[in-house]
Nanobody, 121 residues
């Protein structure tokens, strides 16, 4: 079992920044950030192969968001810059103890409780 604890959500103005954090109870091979707005499907935002540090992003956030992990390999961050009102969502941390790592939520077997991000125009 892996427990994931997120922090760092909140409010920002358009053009502003927020940083999300996720701490895993143990090492997992892949961690990712997803978001889900009311009435919409859960969307992969960014994901990272924790060991190698390889990262990938959805097209909607490339160049604005940055995913990283710390030296313990159990804490992950999502730096969100140049926020837009359409970024407002509940953000979820996810982890996959297997080999798959992508923006597809079905490959992840552990999920955090979610943290709210609001962006005002």
């Amino acid at each position: 079992q892996v427990q994931l604890v997120e922090s760092g959500g909140g409010s920002a103005q358009a053009g502003g920044s927020l940083r999300l954090s996720c701490t895993a109870s143990r090492y997992v091979a892949c961690m990712g950030w997803f978001r889900q707005a009311p009435g919409k499907e859960r969307e992969g935002v960014a994901w990272i192969l924790v060991g190698s540090g390889f990262t990938d992003y959805s097209e909607s956030v490339k160049g604005r968001f940055s995913i990283s992990r710390d030296n313990t390999l159990k804490k992950m961050y999502l730096q969100m810059n140049t926020l837009k009102p359409e970024d407002a969502s509940t953000f979820y941390c996810a982890a996959n103890s297997g080999g798959a790592c992508s923006g597809n939520p079905s490959v992840y077997n552990y999920w955090g409780q979610g943290t709210q991000v609001t962006v005002s125009s």
